[in-house]
């Protein structure tokens, strides 16, 4: 590791120059909220190949030689700002950029385009302005990122209505899903019919598939960094929208004029209302429904200190009647403090809390029974940005997270009985230090390099087993105090590198390793509130994968249209399948129900995206596989993955019809997942049961679908700005397949049929939104 | 405490079924173009320490899009002995049904099954445990969808101590009720344990006043447990289940099915 840290110290000091330099630094913020802007680009005119980006709380930093320079700042969505500016010193000063004043000011041609796609080192990288995907529909007509980012080549949806996501071949546990910097385990809503995330709170969305940036780690497959809004710092604001199933409220406004701001960000379901119109009574008598807040403040010190305190706090409630209830939610809270220690060195250091929690309640009286669990982290992180010069930005620092698992608490719903089963809690240690340096090298090549290392022990107390091949315990240590099990060492190399072809085209490499910890066991076709995280033991040991990939990115029509081949080649090891009747909910010897085994995904991936103009939008394409091997399943022989899918294709069209309506639609098509279904059958006591022979190897049917959206500006004023948004989902009524089960014929006993449950057909949605 | 009940995906299941009535889902029936599979041997097995006629029945398995018919498995060669020295060979009855009219099975012995069908030998061995007595069989009366419901519920120790696995069957005049409840004392050692059985009836209707039930608490081994437990989980998915794969089978040689030794003791009541 010394050779690596001199290595970076020769190479980060071989292309600084040796003449006199300046650093140009600070915020850039949105003229009308004050709300500091991530990702806006800052260019020297005089030496294009210079650049700079603001990071994740609106800083930036740039080296230049003394001189007189024409810097221009820009961001999709807003104006171009250039000025002229005289280094001859030090400067440290914010910049603010107003907001285009058009009604989907994105969509509108403009003579300042962007190639960023080009000349960032990044690949395999989206980031999403929630501005971009309002005029996108989905289910219910609530805008949300996760679905919106499944329509991007690689990604690609769980299921019907599900908010979980595959990446590039990997399962759905294998994303890190962060917001404000804290994990939140459970993104769904409603089973995952919706996000957690209220589109409303947020303000960036970023997602690496695969060659994450080394601060990123705990996750094999891919990131997805939410950032939620900072609040306007200018003035109070107030707006909100009203469905057909839920309604939002959002609050935001300074504390101290241009020091200090808040918001605050609320959603309620209210579906459960139309089930009182049903005419079964069981149904009448059922709850559903959730809610979530989303919190912000942040205060500004001085002008090197900054202080933010976001939280997030949501819950699901699902219920009928006295026989079954269940309720879950996810809790998160980061404290963070901003420090610039000079203008080339800026700090962020993060408290970071999280927590998911399920209960289950089955009965009632006597012979009922409440079930609790959770998952919770404490969690602290310290960052450092250092903007060497004007050719390498490196990042450094380190990671702790401390991990509480209660698998399961039950209790008795008869307040008499005392007894209470709980299941030992698992604890566990998860570290990381991390350095990393993106270096352009020359005008044409640039490189982002660096390394994460990461330690994993899980700990005492607690009686830890360990199994043989067949699930059989053959060994066990128990601890009552608090002590080490064993610690996991990873270290995990990153490299990302552009060749700038010319200013059109280039094409980027990348190779990256990640460990994954904390897995999730989940053995139903969607997701579930009840499935199981796990901490890697003596028998799950750390999945670790290892990604390859080459793209190519050309854009055309002076930077109009996008486009972008990539390929991906991963491995992936310890992968964790189930033997076969697994049972993996309240099981003590959970451990003993699994296999392990490696995996492979492949694929390639190409994107062709239209950003400006009247007309825009994307095609996206995937072609991918993704295997595993696991030895106990297949006669040991390679087999698909569940999410293995072969072609995939997202086509998403915003068309600005005048300046009032802007009508919209997505289609998608994917290869059905890869399922098992029974080849045969036979009769045993007295019942006719499924014969399986193989796992996964039968396809469900492909999905396809069309959605249809149309936005109209009912109001806008300077005061007031009120919309009406119409979707329908699944517009050609297509029956796709939920679920395929089989059993006896209703219509004769002496056969058996396979039956497909489809959900929605024509959902439609309108929603009216307002702003004052 | 009472026995933990299986909490299985119904949320899911329920959530759906709502979804589907909201939002025009809806269930059909699809012809999905499934592979042939080699047929398969299947065993239905057991004897019990009751004086009572034990059947081994085998059959076979056919194709997904067959008819219901199962074929016999004639002219095999079916024995049953114990660790004890005995042996006894089972006579065919009608096709596929062999039964021993001797044998009366000894808790605490173990029991191995051989047969010789088509020129292939399966085996499986089965320990049959210490009978375990019901303290009562009551009936519990609730107000559900449908008005009056009654359930029978038995009580018993479990002794402490040892792991006890405990399959429930249950008869209404005299006829066995198909679903199949398995428990272990996992978490209940030593406890007194109830448990709630069925209220209706194969045919769906509820249990009347009038109705003869009876109970039997049957005491099986690890082997005839992991088969049942998994039997439960593997059939009660729904489509919700990502991995269904065959129940584990304490069978040798890729026969489906079970073979369980168990101890028997039983209570009965008319419905008043």
């Given at each position: ?379 602290f992180k310290q960052d450092f940005e250092y903007f060497i010069n004007s050719n390498n930005e490196l990042k450094l620092g380190l990671n702790s997270i401390y991990h509480t698992i209660v698998p399961g608490i039950i209790t008795s719903t008869d307040p008499t009985q005392t007894t209470t089963i709980s299941f030992p809690f698992k604890y566990a240690m998860d570290n990381a230090i991390y350095i990393t340096d993106n270096m352009k ?332 | ?116 069908a088509n020129g292939k030998t399966y085996t499986s061995s089965s320990a049959m445990p210490q009978p375990v007595p019901i303290d009562s069989l009551t009936l519990v009366v609730s107000y559900g969808r449908g008005g009056l419901r009654v359930r029978p519920q038995v009580t018993f120790s479990d002794p402490k101590g040892i792991v006890n696995y405990y399959r429930f069957a249950e008869a209404i005049n005299d006829s066995m009720l ?95």
């Open positions: 590791m010394k050779k690596i840290f001199a290595l970076l110290l020769i190479l980060t000091g071989l292309f600084s120059y040796a003449q006199k330099n300046y650093t140009l630094s600070g915020y850039i913020k949105d003229q009308k909220t004050g709300e500091v802007l991530i990702g806006a680009i800052v260019i020297i005119k005089e030496m294009p190949e210079t650049g700079a980006a603001t990071n994740g709380y609106g800083f930036f930093s740039i080296t230049v030689p003394e001189g007189e320079y024409f810097v221009s700042m820009k961001m999709v969505g807003y104006e171009t700002k250039v000025e002229k500016i005289s280094m001859k010193q030090d400067i440290k000063r914010d910049f603010i950029l107003e907001e285009k004043n058009t009604t989907l000011s994105e969509f509108v041609v403009s003579d300042e385009r962007t190639n960023s796609n080009i000349t960032s080192t990044q690949m395999g990288m989206d980031k999403i302005n929630i501005k971009d995907i309002q005029a996108i529909p989905v289910l219910f007509g609530e805008k949300d990122i996760l679905k919106t980012i499944q329509l991007l080549p690689g990604i690609k949806p769980v299921g019907e209505g599900n908010a979980g996501f595959y990446v590039r071949g990997g399962a759905a546990d294998q994303n890190l899903i962060l917001l404000d910097e804290a994990v939140v385990y459970n993104a769904s809503h409603l089973l995952g019919f919706f996000s957690v995330f209220n589109s409303d709170a947020i303000k960036d969305v970023t997602v690496y598939k695969g060659e994450m940036p080394a601060e990123y780690g705990g996750r094999l497959s891919s990131v997805l960094d939410i950032k939620m809004n900072d609040g306007n710092e200018k003035m109070l604001g107030v707006s909100g929208g009203i469905g057909l199933i839920d309604s939002r409220l959002n609050i935001e406004g300074p504390i101290v004029k241009d020091q200090g701001s808040f918001m605050i960000s609320g959603r309620r379901t209210y579906a459960d209302l139309f089930l009182k119109l049903s005419s079964d009574t069981n149904l009448r008598k059922a709850v559903l429904y959730f809610y979530d807040l989303n919190a912000k403040a942040n205060y500004r010190l001085n002008e090197n200190n900054r202080i933010y305190l976001s939280g997030y706090f949501g819950k699901d409630v699902l219920g009928f009647g006295q026989t079954f209830g269940t309720d879950w939610g996810n809790a998160t809270g980061t404290l963070r403090w901003n420090h610039l220690f000079n203008n080339k060195l800026f700090s962020n250091t993060s408290l970071i809390y999280s927590n998911y929690n399920y209960a289950i309640q089955r009965g009632s009286g006597t012979t009922g029974l409440n079930i609790s669990s959770r998952i919770e982290d404490y969690n090298v020359s005008k044409r090549m640039s490189f982002n390099y660096g390394f994460r290392y990461t330690s994993f022990s899980p700990f005492g107390p607690g009686s830890f087993y360990t199994y043989d091949a067949i699930g059989n315990p053959v060994d066990s240590v128990t601890y009552n105090s608090v002590r080490w099990l064993h610690t996991y060492f990873n270290f995990e190399p990153r490299i990302t590198t552009n060749f700038i072809i010319n200013e059109k085209s280039s094409v980027k490499a990348a190779y990256g390793r990640n460990t994954q910890n904390m897995h999730l066991l989940s053995n139903t076709t969607s997701e579930n509130p009840s499935d199981l995280w796990v901490p890697s033991s003596l028998n799950i040991k750390p999945e670790v994968s290892d990604q390859f990939s080459i793209g190519y990115f050309r854009n055309f029509k002076d930077n109009m249209y996008e486009f972008s081949a990539e390929t991906y080649y991963k491995t992936m090891t310890n992968q964790i399948d189930y033997r076969d009747g697994a049972q993996i909910r309240l099981n003590q010897d959970v451990e003993s129900q699994l296999l392990y085994g490696t995996g492979r995904a492949y694929g390639l991936e190409l994107f062709l995206k239209k950003k400006y103009g009247r007309l825009n939008g994307w095609i996206g394409y995937t072609l991918s596989r993704s295997e595993k091997q696991i030895n106990g399943i297949n006669n040991d022989m390679w087999y698909p993955a569940k999410q293995d899918r072969t072609h995939d294709i997202s086509v998403v069209g915003v068309y600005e019809l005048n300046k009032k309506w802007t009508v919209s639609a997505t289609w998608v098509y994917y290869t059905g997942n890869a399922v098992t279904f029974p080849s045969g059958k036979y009769e045993i006591m007295g019942r006719v049961i499924n014969y399986y022979t193989e796992r996964n190897g039968y396809r469900m049917p492909a999905y396809h679908r069309l959605d249809l959206g149309a936005t109209m500006i009912a109001k806008k004023t300077a005061k007031f700005e009120s919309s009406w948004t119409f979707s329908i989902y699944n517009a050609y009524g297509r029956e796709n397949a939920y679920s395929i089960s089989f059993g006896p014929d209703p219509n004769d006993p002496n056969r058996t049929v396979a039956t497909q449950t489809s959900l929605f057909r024509f959902v439609p949605s309108v929603t009216y939104n307002f702003k004052f | 405490m009472k026995p933990m009940k299986k909490i299985n995906g119904n949320g899911i299941i329920m959530l759906i079924g709502m979804v589907t009535m909201i939002f025009g889902g809806c269930q059909k029936i699809v012809n999905i173009n499934l592979n042939d599979s080699n047929p398969r041997m299947v065993v239905e097995a057991s004897i019990s320490d009751q004086m009572q006629v034990d059947t081994v029945k085998l059959s076979m398995s056919v194709n997904y899009n067959q008819s219901n018919t199962f074929p016999a498995v004639s002219g095999a060669k079916v024995t049953i002995s114990d660790n004890a020295g005995l042996v006894d060979t089972l006579t065919e009855i009608i096709p596929g049904n062999y039964i021993t009219p001797l044998m009366q099975g000894v808790p605490g012995r173990t029991y191995t099954l051989r047969i010789v198909t679903n199949l409840t398995v428990v272990s004392d996992e978490y209940k050692d030593g406890m007194v344990l109830t448990q709630e059985l069925s209220a209706r009836k194969n045919d769906g209707t509820s249990i009347f006043s009038g109705d003869s039930i009876r109970v039997d608490l049957q005491s099986i081994d690890y082997g005839a447990y992991t088969y049942f437990r998994t039997f439960n989980t593997i059939t009660r998915g729904g489509g919700q289940n990502a991995s269904p794969a065959n129940p584990i089978s304490n069978i040798d040689n890729y026969a489906l099915g079970y073979f369980s030794a168990y101890s028997v003791r039983s209570k009965y009541l008319v419905v008043p």
